[in-house]
């Protein structure tokens, strides 16, 4: 028979979120009456607003007429890209260095062919999986040493340091992954600390993959929204962004990644043809009714509900911190983000997992799944219905009862 793919080998068995839907099955079907909730996924839980939602049925609608019908759109349509270079951007992008997706963890996997196997990784610790996993599937990193996997340069966040990494540890000539507001703790960088890290990229001649996700639930103004606020960004770095978690399409879809003209390799070619050939070779494009909920969800009435919809999802948030605050938990985040990091010192993050699943019913998802540094924590998400997130937090309550 054929060779496994030796990349594969390297990997941890199960990926994060699954392995929770897994231990989540196993409590249900062991305890049958159990009521449970979930606040582990980050996974969008409200309908998609009207004005929205009406952009996608016309989209569809429109697919079923002579005059409306459209098929392949490999790079997205031009309208979309011309707008999110406005809307987020002060249209300082043209639209051949905005590419649109199928979501931000798509080209996340995909932006990774550009690099190859054996370029230092490095990442925030703790982060979103899917850089480190991403990067033992295509041979960037190796195997699991123990303690990481080799060739991941993991740079702590923690309280000590204000959940901003020791940029002096960044790879040389390296891709950097780095998530703000971040996922799962929350913390969101401030201009000094961006400055700081592309005035870094620029030294050690990294690229910087900046995942702002979350950047709509941004509320402080002080605080960028994109790495491109920042100057010197056009040439170190890009961003990936997506309509799932502002606009509620983590089941219809629809991202975006910027890749500036003026980014090049070490050896002068620029970073977009590239992008390009490979989107053009692996991806056909995200679909025209999710691009026609995007173009609707940019528009000012559209705006406005992103705007309700994370506010929302901002007030859960605020529930599920003054819960665990009133129990003496230390925890950050929530602020200016969907998802709350508690600390529990001492205790291993599985664990934890555990007690709360069987006093409370209550799924979150385990620090360590994001990284060494997430041992002791705890990621609570803000995506539930409200009364959800209101009889959670009540039952959070009986953890304070030892
Ligand atoms: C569960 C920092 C969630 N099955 O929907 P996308 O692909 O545009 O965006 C995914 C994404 C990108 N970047 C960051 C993210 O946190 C996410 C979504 N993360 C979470 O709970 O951490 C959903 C996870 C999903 C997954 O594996 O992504």
Redesign the pocket.
């Known amino acids: 028979m054929i060779n496994r793919n030796p990349c594969i080998r390297n990997i941890k068995a199960g990926?994060l979120?699954p392995e929770i839907a897994k231990r989540r099955r196993e409590f249900a079907a062991a305890h049958p009456d159990a009521k449970i909730i979930s606040l582990?996924?980050?996974?969008t839980t409200e309908p998609i607003p009207p004005y929205i939602d009406r952009g996608l049925v016309e989209g569809a609608r429109k697919l079923g007429t002579v005059e409306g019908y459209s098929g392949y759109s490999d790079e997205g349509l031009l309208a979309l890209r011309q707008r999110i270079s406005e809307v987020f951007y002060q249209g300082d992008f043209a639209g051949d260095e905005i590419f649109v997706s199928d979501?931000?963890?798509?080209d996340?996997g995909r932006l990774q062919l550009l690099f190859g196997a054996g370029i230092p990784v490095a990442v925030q610790d703790p982060s979103?999986?899917?850089y480190v996993d991403g990067s033992v599937l295509t041979g960037a990193a190796g195997p699991w040493s123990g303690t990481g996997y080799e060739g991941i340069t993991y740079l702590p966040c923690t309280g000590e340091n204000d959940f901003f990494p020791d940029l002096s540890l960044l790879p040389a000539q390296g891709l950097i992954y780095f998530?703000s507001p971040n996922?799962?703790t929350g913390a969101a960088a401030n201009r000094e600390q961006l400055t700081a890290l592309v005035t870094a990229a620029l030294n050690k001649g990294s690229l910087i993959i900046f995942?702002a996700?979350?950047s709509e639930y941004i509320r402080d103004p002080k605080l960028p929204k994109s790495i491109f606020e920042i100057q010197g960004a056009r040439t170190c770095a890009i961003e990936?962004n997506?309509?799932?978690?502002p606009a509620g399409?983590?089941g219809v879809?629809l991202?975006w990644t910027v890749v500036p003209q003026e980014l090049m390799y070490a050896g002068g070619e620029r970073v977009n043809a590239d992008w390009a050939r490979v989107c053009g070779t692996i991806f056909n494009g995200a679909s025209n009714i999710s691009q026609a909920g995007g173009l609707a969800a940019l528009e000012p009435e559209g705006l406005k509900e992103i705007r309700e919809l994370s506010d929302f999802y901002l007030g859960n948030a605020k529930l599920i911190r003054s819960a665990l605050q009133e129990l003496g938990i230390t925890c950050v985040g929530g602020g200016n983000s969907p998802y709350i990091w508690a600390h529990f010192p001492g205790r291993d993050s599985w664990e934890v997992f555990g007690d709360i699943l069987e006093r409370c019913q209550v799924l979150t998802?385990p620090g360590s799944g994001f990284g060494p540094a997430g041992r002791s924590f705890i990621r609570f998400?803000a995506f539930g219905h409200r009364q959800d997130v209101e009889e959670a937090c009540k039952r959070l309550g009986t953890l304070g009862r030892g």
């Open positions: 990926y979120f582990g996924v980050g996974n979501g931000a963890k798509c996340i979103y999986p899917v998530c996922n799962p995942d996700a979350y990936v997506s309509f799932s978690k399409f983590t879809r991202g998802t998400s």
